[in-house]
């Protein structure tokens, strides 16, 4: 079976996001001050072949920690979805 995950990796939120304090500045210069607290992340899909959701779901969670997102700084969260 193939699976479509959809991974959410952004910056703890007890952490400063300088990319997103750069882009809330630059917001507020083109006159946008209602917007605030802006922060920066990356959104990563990619397909897995498994057996199984369950497996799908330990070779996405292996990604995820081992290479995709660095734990210490970033947080993550993801959907899987069965792709026909």
Do not use: F
Not at 14 to 34: F, H, I, M, R, Y
Not at 63 to 72: I, T
């Amino acid at each position: 079976m193939k699976y479509l995950a959809h991974i959410d990796i952004m910056p703890l939120k007890e952490l400063l996001d300088p990319q997103g304090k750069a882009v809330t500045s630059g917001l507020k210069n083109l006159g946008l001050q209602d917007i605030s607290n802006v922060r920066i992340g990356k959104h990563i899909s990619l397909e897995v072949n498994a057996n199984d959701k369950d497996s799908a779901q330990n070779q996405v969670e292996t990604a995820c920690k081992k290479l995709l997102a660095n734990q210490v700084i970033e947080s993550y969260e993801y959907s899987l979805n069965e792709v026909e």
